[in-house]
């Protein structure tokens, strides 16, 4: 079975600050993933997604993740966050046919 | 956007009544989620279809049916809703299995007294 987590459940951040956001992901095949972004009272939307090829993927509005295999990770990165960032972010892993998972969700805060 | 409908968008019905959420997509995507969301959560896969009139089951499929007899709708049944139900349901679509990006729908907001 495959599995998601994501470590942080709420972080808070001033603008112009470095943004890091970890998920961690369990599969013992090839797996596909994805970052989700919900901006309030929107619904979710793709932000960037690695397949295969370069483990650095970049993504909208600045945004990067890098995939490490011997981590089993899918860190989500933004050099200086901005508070039109402020959202709720969903790592994804999706390695069966047909079927995603998600994680728990990071809902970020940033300060103006 | 793509083309992804709910409906109704809001609905607050009470315990033991049935209630069926529809969602209906205009990209002519073969595979097509539904996810309900809850906070502490995340989304959760409750069904989802490969094809027309081929469904399968999600991990927190209980208490939920759905049935797809056209490519561009997809209906979730709760035969007799309970309050754990009470969440956000959302639909998805894709074009291809795994490897594609899913495209969410606006979502439904429901409440079982």
């Known amino acids: 079975a495959q599995s998601v987590s994501q470590h942080n459940h709420h972080v808070i951040l001033s603008e112009a600050a470095s943004l890091e956001l970890g998920c961690n992901y369990s599969?013992?095949?090839?797996?596909?993933l994805f970052w989700y972004v919900q901006y309030p009272g929107q619904h979710l939307q793709l932000l960037l997604k690695?397949?295969?090829?370069?483990?650095l993927v970049k993504g909208i509005k600045g945004f990067e993740a890098e995939f490490i295999k011997s981590k089993f990770s899918f860190n989500l990165r933004k050099p200086s966050v901005q508070w039109s960032d402020t959202a709720e972010y969903f790592c994804?892993?999706?390695?069966?046919?047909?079927?995603?998972?998600f994680g728990d969700g990071t809902t970020l805060t940033v300060k103006p | 956007d793509a083309g992804i409908t709910q409906s109704p968008r809001h609905k607050v019905t009470e315990t033991g009544t049935p209630v069926t959420l529809r969602c209906h997509q205009t990209?002519?995507?073969?595979?097509m989620y539904w996810y309900r969301q809850d906070p502490g959560h995340g989304l959760r896969l409750i069904h989802y279809?490969?094809?027309?009139?081929?469904?399968d089951k999600g991990e927190v499929s209980d208490g939920y049916s759905v049935s797809r007899s056209k490519t561009e709708d997809f209906l979730l049944t709760l035969e007799s809703a309970t309050s754990s139900q009470t969440s956000v349901y959302f639909c998805?679509?894709?074009?291809?299995?795994?490897?594609?990006?899913?495209?969410f729908g606006p979502g439904t907001r429901l409440t079982v007294l």
């Open positions: 990209e002519n995507h073969r595979y």
């Open positions: 690695y397949f295969s090829g370069d483990p």
């Open positions: 599969y013992g095949g090839t797996v596909n």
């Open positions: 998805a679509i894709s074009e291809r299995a795994s490897t594609d990006t899913q495209y």
């Open positions: 994804a892993v999706s390695g069966n046919a047909g079927k995603s998972t």
């Open positions: 279809s490969y094809g027309v009139k081929d469904t």
